[in-house]
């Protein structure tokens, strides 16, 4: 902070627990890595590296470096573990995130069909080595879970070791807990709210106005994901009640009477 201004947000220092922020890594250069690192690395707990990325990533080790010595903790995205188990190379992937170094991994069936009892497996043996982040929900458009069974597969995913369960929602915003025209299904959301404790989820949240929608329902300490590298910056400005979105979350009621109507 370069000033102390009264009613901000308190934000716990990393690693914290709450609060957190996965960007999404799509493919940056080291000089954007470095660039990011500069703007945004204390506003950032983990990167994700989109899809199945990794593979063709050059100076993939350079990278993930970069970003460790910048106290982020970088993993892999859920498609390449899918990637992996689809092929039956399950031990093939434990041995791949060893080798670049990996203390989390992502355990998903958005691509491709797991029975959840073998997901629940994976999540179990990984959690063994590392933290492991499961994710809920399909990347297919038009394949709807109902959201008693998001709170189910939440629930056992977390007993099964899981340090976080993502909410599914692609990097478009458009699927998962979300409407194809980006809005919020506020329906499955309180569902899923009402069912479980919201610091145990991390909502993924491409869009700006999806950001604004979550961080005035649960605070500055709700853990969102899938952010640009671009946005990250902006997003604690967001949780922090320094953009006008979020403007009067955190004000006192004789300041909330300045309020403009729109």
Known sequence: MNYNLPFIPL??????????????DKGLSLRQV?????????FTDFVKLGFGTSI???KLKDKLNLYKQANIRPYFGG????AFVVRNMFSDYMKYIETFGLDLAEVSDG??????????EYIKTLAKNVTVISEVGSK??????????????????LDAGAFKVIAEARESGTIGIYNSDGS????????????????????????????????????????LGNIAPDTVFAL???????????????????MQKLKQID
Not at 18 to 24: K, Y
Not at 79 to 82: A, N, Q, V
Not at 243 to 254: K, M, Q, S, V, W
Request: proline share 7%.
């Open 56 to 58: 063709i990533t050059n």
């Open 184 to 223: 919020v299904n506020e329906a499955l959301i309180k569902t899923i709210s009402d069912n479980l404790d919201p610091s145990s989820i991390i909502w993924e949240a491409p869009i700006g106005k999806q950001q604004v929608w979550f961080v005035k329902l649960f605070g500055a300490g709700v853990n």
């Open 140 to 157: 297919i458009k038009g394949v709807l879970i109902p959201p008693s069974a998001w709170v189910e597969m939440m629930k056992a995913e």
């Open 111 to 120: 691509s491709m069909m797991i029975p959840h009892a073998k997901k629940l």
């Open 11 to 24: 934000r716990p220092a990393k690693p914290r627990k709450e609060g957190l922020t996965m960007m999404m």
């Open 236 to 254: 604690e400005c967001l949780r922090l009640g320094l953009r006008g979105d979020t403007f009067f979350e955190t004000l006192p009621a004789e």
């Open 34 to 42: 470095e660039d990011f690192i500069e703007s945004s690395a204390e």
């Open 79 to 82: 498609t390449l573990f899918e």
